[in-house]
Structures are given as structure tokens and as C-alpha cells.
T-cell receptor, first 114, second 116 residues
Framework: DVKVTQSSRYLVKRTGEKVFLECVQD?????MFWYRQDPGLGLRLIYF???????EKGDIPEGYSVSREKKERFSLILESASTNQTSMYLC?????????????FGDGTRLSIL | AQKVTQAQTEISVVEKEDVTLDCVYE???????LFWYKQPPSGELVFLIR??????QNEISGRYSWNFQKSTSSFNFTITASQVVDSAVYFC?????????????FGAGTRLFVKA
């Protein structure tokens, strides 16, 4: 089974801090994704990557950046955390053509910015 | 524009009732994929089904069934004889077919409560 592991289940940070969320997958998937999940809004794509060192903006990239130095690891970075970035963050991975294969998700990181 | 609408925010049923979760989508693409995912309280979304736009056959898997109708742009999900373990948030999603740069669009989700 595919395993997508997010480094923290719960995280509390302060405004202005630089925050790193880490995600690792163990199935050699080409594609990796970061979403945020908010009540009533579903999942919104922040960034995705279809190859090492490649990245594409999603629908809400402002205030975020990503890094993919190795195929199995995809990091989400909040450059200067703000309270409106308090949310559930979900990492996912998939293989093959983006959009065709189902995505495999991690358990999520619930991030609170105080 | 691509869009997925799940008009039902929350549904509450009693165990053994049948329940249908609605999903309506918008896309100009002729080739696309539709998905349903389940998110139990543990948080991890789990893939349930994928359908491509050229296959309108309904599908049944145990107590789960899916009804895809292109004419109404709907991809509804029915749980027969619901159980407490079915309590979760269910997401419908749309993916236009293609290579790099295509995104999956998720609906807002429907939270299902199944009471014993």
C-alpha cells in the first residue's frame, strides 16, 4: 500500500514565523500535491510537483512556497505565517499522468497560527 | 470554468437507511475523470471510485453504487443500508484529462452522520 507520511499531525506556530510542513511518500510517485482544507471550501490546491525540482502553482499559492529536492519528499513552506493560514494541510501523491490516477493522501497536519 | 458542486453540506441518517450524496460538475472538456473520496474522522482521504467521461455505466461495489449521467452533469453516490462506519466526509472531484499542468478540482464535501 502507498504510504504518504506528513511530519506533524498538529502544529502551533506564531505569526511571522517561517513554517515547514514535510511530506514523504514511499511508492516512487512522480506527482505530489499540497492542499489546504477549510470548512465549506473543500480542498484547494496550493502547489503541485510532477518531477524533482519541478513545481506548479495551484489555485492559492500566495504566501506559500514548496521544495522538491528528492522524488519522495515534498515540503510546503509558509514564508511568514499569518493567522489566515490556520487550516488543515493535506499532502497527496499520484503516479502517471496528473489528474488521471487517484491521489493517495496523508493524514493531514492541523496548523494553528497564533 | 471547471467546478464541482456538492449542495448537501451535512446529511444525517439512521443506520440501515439508504442515502444518496449528490455531485454536479461543470467542465467544457470532453474528456475528464470523476472521483469520489471518503475522509473518515482519522483525516486521511481514501479513494473510492474513478469514472471517465466516456463510460456512463453505473457501478456497484457492495453497498456502494454510483450513477453517472452526462446529460445532467451529475455523478451521484448511493450507500445502501448505511452503517455507522460510513460516517465521514465524502468528496466528489473532477480531473480534466491531460498531461502536466492539469489539476483535480474538489467539491466542498458532504458530511454524513449515520446514527445507530
Amino acid at each position: 500500500d502507498v504510504k504518504v507520511t506528513q511530519s506533524s499531525r498538529y502544529l502551533v506556530k506564531r505569526t511571522g514565523e517561517k513554517v515547514f510542513l514535510e511530506c514523504v511518500q514511499d511508492m516512487d510517485h512522480e506527482n505530489m500535491f499540497w492542499y489546504r482544507q477549510d470548512p465549506g471550501l473543500g480542498l484547494r490546491l496550493i502547489y503541485f510537483s510532477y518531477d524533482v525540482k519541478m513545481k506548479e502553482k495551484g489555485d492559492i499559492p500566495e504566501g506559500y512556497s514548496v521544495s522538491r529536492e528528492k522524488k519522495e519528499r515534498f515540503s510546503l513552506i509558509l514564508e511568514s505565517a499569518s493567522t489566515n493560514q490556520t487550516s488543515m494541510y493535506l499532502c497527496a501523491s499520484s503516479t502517471g499522468t496528473v489528474g488521471y490516477q487517484p491521489q493517495h493522501f496523508g493524514d493531514g497536519t492541523r496548523l494553528s497560527i497564533l | 470554468a471547471q467546478k464541482v458542486t456538492q449542495a448537501q453540506t451535512e446529511i444525517s441518517v439512521v443506520e440501515k437507511e439508504d442515502v444518496t450524496l449528490d455531485c454536479v460538475y461543470e467542465t467544457r472538456d470532453t474528456t475528464y475523470y470523476l472521483f469520489w473520496y471518503k475522509q473518515p474522522p482519522s483525516g486521511e482521504l481514501v479513494f473510492l471510485i474513478r469514472r471517465n467521461s466516456f463510460d456512463e455505466q453505473n457501478e456497484i461495489s457492495g453497498r456502494y453504487s454510483w450513477n453517472f449521467q452526462k446529460s445532467t452533469s451529475s455523478f451521484n453516490f448511493t450507500i445502501t443500508a448505511s452503517q455507522v462506519v460510513d460516517s465521514a466526509v465524502y468528496f466528489c472531484a473532477l480531473s480534466p484529462y491531460g498531461g502536466r499542468g492539469f489539476k483535480t478540482i474538489f467539491g466542498a464535501g458532504t458530511r454524513l452522520f449515520v446514527k445507530a
